[in-house]
């Protein structure tokens, strides 16, 4: 027994030791499960210092509004068009800032299916110059904001007029809009001096609840009154170019793109002065701080307000060209005289009324009462309603001042040939008339007149005007019947035939009304006015801003393609049968257009005025209808543009950088080579050489030998004003080739005297003459006295026109 | 021991006996594991329930030692980051963990690496970019089919809460990094606050420089870490997904596809902690009409 029991003991510990040797080795010997590791003590940081939300807004009372709407005031045009992805909802507060302004906006939305036409090139984005004219043809502002697509040069050329016509432009560039990209925002503010720059604008120590919600550091020039407002942009970019700064962002303001500066611009006032633009157009970096809600933080409302302001701030001047926008929402139509109406008015105020309810204006007929009551001062200054008189000039004379305000007065002049009739040139007439005469018959004969009576004439009168007609028989065997002819004259005495023209202007009246004249002959030619009106075609018209002088087409009147019955219409006061014209008869017309001038203004500076105007105006007067040609806006013409016209004048004298230059030499050589003939009016119009220096003119005297031109201008000195810019004087002898006449000379008091200011050459004596004839003028014609003007122009149409 | 079979029967005893204490040797002084999780995804409420899990599994596992979270992500939903920001953090009460960067651990994926003892990263890998994105908020409308008892009912709140939420969810993020990094004990954050804010996105070397990560590595030196930290020096290497047979890595291939399912998924105005360099998708970028602009000005 005791030698079994020790062996079963053995047993028993080695199937101990069997049993928890492992887990020895493994935890006490290899420690597996022995751990090192002691876990960092880091502190949990308290989020409990986080932010309570946002306060429940309270109410607040909002400023009273008193919208007095008045119709005149044109909307605002929000561009939606260049599928800007900005909803509309979002101009809310913009169109309610503008409605306390009295103004309204309105969307100028894309085209139906302009979102899903299936554009494949993203510069394939149509034009639309067509629609944007429409829109802004009687909108006073226009908004552009984050515009997706580019806007062509054709609508940017419309709105670069538009914004120098006095309308205002916001532009907006918001980095947050979706598709907004400065870089093509840019070929629209460009013009403007005003670049955006593709950048966004944070500041991580001072913002509204995001680093991207700055707040406006400084306020300057037009936004000076919103110094020490609190203001917020959310979401902005800087802004760049020649504008004025209004609102600066602060001093930690930092560009994503632009680094190392401060201060960034994110709103200026640009414009260029030299487009008549400069102060009009307004960008702006963000356009959220507009919107709502945002719009409710801080001071921000009042930013909205500076911008609505600035919208507001659009001047027109009432451009008979933006008929009917000038006009308010109740106008009366008025027919001058006391003649049944015929169809043709009937018709023409029909169609007026129905251009005017598409305009949200009525128009009603009305009795000639409300003429008086106006004219007379007798309606309640506000409620007077706006006109649209129509009549003839005889009426409108006697019964308004309307032509009076116009600047016409009526002219009838009665000639009464007197016998015998000769065959010759009368020593009494003007040597241009006798030359004019010289092409209209085989057989010429000149009647010689005499004015018999005037029944009216307040402007200065011209020299009796020929008469030239084919004479059937030499001999008259009855007495004359005297010839009527009625004018319009203008203060400074051109005169207008009154059967050829039409006038359309409009006036504001001492009521406060607004009244739109329409002035013609006859009821024909008063329809033929409405007709350009609605259409608003004022080709080959005399335009200045609230009236135009419109020539009466062959037909347009009942009397205008015979001259017997001009000034003849029932209502005029003047009426005479078998009545000849009496204008100048300047040769008819060829295969070539007459007159063509050329107003080089390429290099004009701000506020010169040009000279052509005075030669249209003084042509029109003389009969012609000459064609302007503008370098600035059409470039310098090519030879086969002036081989069409039998007269060309280089009209460069109104600017100090006066033309032609070297590089026109070419063409001008080509079209005088063809047998051209061409008026050069410069201040240095031989390319700068001169035998003297550049001198003031202060007086001119008439050369006796400038036959071709001198007729009727004035024997005495004829006196300039004293501030006149100095000119190149001219030589009479530049050429050897050249035998040129002198017209006009410095006189004694100017340097270097008897210089000459006008001459003319021709190339008779060339080896083979072409019929060139070529007119100097060192001056410009506007620094002559208005009735000298007249008779130069006059005198060289003559010359120039000649067969 | 005169009868044999006494002895064939005491032989047999020992032999169950070593058996018996090599099965309760490896029960109860396993062999230490170091743990490694790949998360290689975007961070989506799926992605992050089961990395949560394996990190409790591992917490309770007395074999895992240590854990190395290979994290390659671009990040993904804000709570959900945040959800195994803080799993990682009470893990490391227990056990050492160690992030091993590979490629890019942006935003989110970031987001998880600070809650690691230490963070290793090549030096071309992205770190960082430490912010919150989110949609801009929507106004609050009615809906014309619903009564609803409050001003914010529908909306959940106004515009501005909106953004102050998202930029409450951005200083947390912030305050996290900092308070994590500062602390760190091999590299500390070397930036302040409002410069993490700025949300770069980091090369792995310009990281160690300011402290975002502690060392340039990779998952080796993830692992000798971890063993390190832990304390063992015989240890064997497992694949904790596998182990535990929780996949973390969702069907879908693509980043793209994924953040478009992310987006799916996710509430209306969820905030996200997501690689600025890839774009939200369509839903929120706007509708399908400004995608097709877009495409088309894209395409110039």
């Not at chain 2, 890595?249 to 994924?258: L, R």
Request: charged letters at 20%; aromatic letters at 6%.
């Amino acid at each position: 027994m005791m030698n079994v029991r020790p062996r079963h003991l053995l047993f028993l510990i080695a199937g101990l030791l069997l049993l928890l040797g492992p887990w020895f080795v493994r935890a006490v010997v290899l420690d597996y499960n022995g751990r090192a590791y002691t876990p960092p003590d880091i502190p949990v940081i308290d989020l409990a210092s986080t932010p309570a939300p946002t306060v429940t807004p309270v109410a607040v009372t909002a400023p009273a509004v008193e919208p007095e709407p008045t119709f005149r005031t044109r909307p605002v045009v929000v561009d939606l068009a260049h599928l800007n992805r900005i909803s509309r909802s979002a101009f809310q507060p913009l169109e309610a800032a503008l409605a306390t302004r009295h103004i309204g906006l309105r969307f100028w939305q894309p085209e139906a299916g302009a979102e899903t036409s299936g554009l494949e090139n993203f510069l394939d984005f149509p034009d639309q110059s067509e629609r944007l004219a429409t829109e802004l043809a009687d909108a006073s502002a226009l908004v552009v904001v984050s515009p997706f697509f580019l806007w062509s040069p054709k609508e940017i050329a419309l709105v670069e007029q538009f914004v120098a016509d006095g309308g205002r432009l916001l532009v907006i560039s918001d980095p947050d809009v979706t598709g907004d990209a400065a870089r093509d925002i840019d070929n629209l503010t460009q013009p403007f001096g005003l670049v955006f720059n593709d950048d966004y604008l944070y500041d991580t120590e001072d913002n509204d609840g995001n680093f991207i919600h700055i707040f406006a550091g400084e306020f300057l020039d037009q936004a000076s009154g919103l110094e020490g407002s609190r203001i917020a942009l959310y979401g902005a970019r800087s802004i760049s170019g020649s504008g004025e700064p209004q609102v600066r962002s602060g001093e930690n303001t930092l560009s994503s793109l632009r680094t190392g500066l401060s201060g960034f611009t994110v709103a200026a006032i640009g414009g260029k002065e030299a487009r008549d633009t400069a102060g009009r157009v307004l960008a702006m970096g963000d356009f959220d701080t507009l919107t709502e809600p945002y719009v409710e933080r801080h001071d921000n409302r009042k930013l909205l307000g500076f911008a609505a302001d600035f919208l507001a701030g659009a001047e027109f001047a009432p451009t008979i060209d933006k008929f009917p926008a000038f006009l308010g929402k109740e106008v009366s139509l008025l027919y001058g005289g006391e003649q049944a109406l015929g169809a043709t008015l009937l018709v023409q105020g029909a169609r007026l009324q129905d251009r005017l309810a598409v305009t949200g204006r009525t128009l009603t007929l009305a009795d000639s009462d409300i003429l008086t009551a106006t004219l007379t001062g007798n309606a309640t200054a506000g409620n007077a309603p706006d006109l649209i008189y129509l009549a003839d000039f005889a009426t409108a004379d006697a019964e308004t001042p309307f032509l009076d305000d116009l600047g016409f007065s009526l002219v009838t002049v009665v000639v009464t040939p007197t016998t015998p009739l000769t065959t010759s040139a009368s020593a009494a007439l003007p040597a241009p008339a006798s030359a004019i005469t010289a092409a209209t018959a085989n057989v010429t004969v000149t009647i010689n007149a005499e004015i018999t009576s005037t029944v009216a004439s307040t402007g200065t009168e011209l020299a009796p005007l020929s008469v030239a007609e084919p004479a059937s028989s030499p001999t008259p065997a009855q007495p004359p019947a005297p010839q009527v002819t009625t004018y319009l004259e203008t203060g400074a005495g051109i005169r207008f035939l009154a059967n050829e023209v039409v006038l359309i202007g409009q006036r504001e009246l001492d009521a406060g009304a607004r009244v739109v004249v329409l002035l013609a002959v006859d009821s024909n030619g008063v329809s033929a006015g409405v007709e350009r009106l609605l259409v608003q075609d004022f080709r080959q018209c005399i335009m200045e801003p609230d009236q135009a002088v419109c020539p009466l087409e062959a037909g347009d009147a009942e009397s205008a393609p015979d001259a017997a019955t001009a000034g003849t219409d029932e209502s005029s006061p003047s009426t005479a049968e078998n009545a000849t014209p009496d204008v100048p008869a300047l040769p008819p017309p060829a295969d070539k257009e007459r007159v063509l001038v050329i107003d080089d203004n390429s290099n004009a500076q701000e506020g010169e005025v040009s000279e052509a105007d005075a030669y249209i105006k003084r042509l029109v007067a003389a009969g012609e209808s000459p064609r302007l040609w503008v370098t600035g806006a059409e470039d310098i013409p090519d030879a086969e543009t002036l081989a069409g016209y039998r007269w060309v004048i280089w009209s460069g004298a109104g600017y100090e950088e006066s033309g032609p230059y070297l590089d026109d030499l070419g063409l001008i050589n080509a079209y005088v080579n063809q047998g051209g003939r061409i008026t050069i009016s410069s201040r240095a119009p031989l390319l700068g050489m001169a035998p003297a220096e550049a001198a003031p003119i202060r007086d001119l005297v008439v050369d006796p030998a400038g036959r071709a031109m001198n007729q009727d201008l004035p024997g005495t000195p004829i006196e300039l004003a004293d501030d006149l810019p100095p000119v190149q004087p001219l030589d009479e002898h530049f050429l050897d080739t050249v035998d040129a006449s002198v017209v006009l000379r410095r006189g004694p008091l100017s340097k270097p005297e008897r210089a000459p200011a006008l001459l003319y050459f021709t190339d008779a004596d060339a080896e083979e003459p072409m019929g060139a004839q070529i007119a100097v003028m060192g001056l410009s014609l506007t620094w002559l006295p208005e009735d000298v003007q007249t008779i130069l122009v006059r005198n060289m149409a003559v010359w120039m026109l000649e067969e | 021991m005169d009868r044999p079979w006494e002895y064939a029967l005491g032989v047999v005893g020992l032999a169950l006996c070593l058996l018996a204490g090599l099965g309760l040797a490896r029960w109860a002084a396993p062999t230490p594991i170091i743990g490694v999780v790949r998360f290689d995804a975007v961070i989506s409420e799926e992605t992050a329930a089961n990395l949560v899990e394996i990190l409790e599994r591992a917490q309770k596992d007395d074999r895992v030692a240590g854990v190395v979270l290979e994290i390659a992500s671009p990040g993904g939903l804000a709570y959900s980051s945040e959800n195994a920001f803080y799993s990682l953090l009470r893990l490391r009460e227990t056990k050492p963990v160690i992030a091993a960067i590979d490629g890019q651990a942006a935003s989110g994926g970031y987001y998880m690496a600070v809650a690691a003892n230490r963070i290793y990263a090549p030096p071309s890998a992205s770190v960082g970019n430490v912010g919150a994105r989110g949609p801009r908020p929507d106004d609050p409308e009615l809906s014309p089919n619903e009564l609803s008892s409050g001003p914010y009912k529908i909306a959940g709140g106004s515009r501005f809460d909106s953004i102050q939420q998202l930029q409450t969810v951005a200083d947390a993020f912030v305050g996290n990094v900092v308070n994590q990094r500062q602390h760190a004990e091999v590299t500390p954050l070397t930036i302040d606050a409002q410069a993490v804010a700025e949300a770069r996105i980091y090369l792995g070397s310009e990281g160690l420089a300011l402290g975002l990560i502690d060392a340039e590595g990779g998952r080796t030196d993830a692992l000798l870490a971890a063993a390190e930290l832990a304390g063992v020096e015989r240890y064997s290497v497992v694949d904790l997904a596998d182990d535990y047979g929780i996949a973390i890595t969702p069907t879908t291939s693509t980043i793209s596809e994924s953040v478009a399912a992310l987006a799916a998924d996710a509430p209306p105005d969820a905030v996200f902690l997501l690689d600025s360099r890839i774009p939200l998708p369509q839903g929120l970028s706007g509708s399908s009409l400004d995608q097709q602009l877009l495409r088309l000005r894209g395409n110039n």
